[in-house]
Structures are given as structure tokens and as C-alpha cells.
């Protein structure tokens, strides 16, 4: 799984990121399609933040639902992750 972070911070906590993924490498960040919820081990997200770009070794958990900022809810992909090692950043 590739992907592009979009979110690693207190609100997501330390075992947790969202991120656009797909089964392919992209050339630019916007390309990645789908918003999905990674969940792994915390010494391994320690040096993950908005915007790295990164391919991981992933098992399908299920999907979570979670309130997004304006108030609404989503459902999306849940992921866990095996393996996520970062990669030179894409062109925004």
C-alpha cells in the first residue's frame, strides 16, 4: 500500500494515522484516492507526520466510522499496519 499522510497528531493519538492510499505509487499527493484509518505500533508512527509519503505492508482490519471537523461522519477503510517505511516526499 502507498499512501500520503494526511493527518498524525494528538487528535488521532500515537497509534493511529489518516492517510490517502492506494495499491499503487503515485507522482503527486492529490492522486491518492482513498481516505483510509492506519492502525499499527506507536514506535513505528513516532516518525510520521502530515504530508510523508510512505508504502506499507497492511492487513484489512474493517472500516470505522469517525466525526469528521464540520460535524458529519465518515466511513472508511481500517488498515493495520505490519510494516511503513517512508519515502522522498511527492509533489504537492
Known sequence: MYGVVT?????????TIR???DGIRHTYAYEYPTNTI??????AFAPVVADD????KVEV???ITYETQIGGETTVPELQVDT?????????
Do not use: M, N, W, Y
Request: charged fraction near 15%; hydrophobic fraction near 45%; glycine fraction near 8%.
Open 7 to 15: 493527518q498524525a497528531d494528538t487528535a488521532t493519538g500515537t497509534e
Open 19 to 21: 492517510a490517502d492510499v
Open 38 to 43: 492506519l492502525t499499527g505500533d506507536a514506535k
Open 53 to 56: 509519503v510512505f508504502v506499507a
Open 61 to 63: 482490519s474493517g472500516t
Open 84 to 92: 511503513i517505511t517512508l519515502l522522498p516526499a511527492a509533489p504537492s
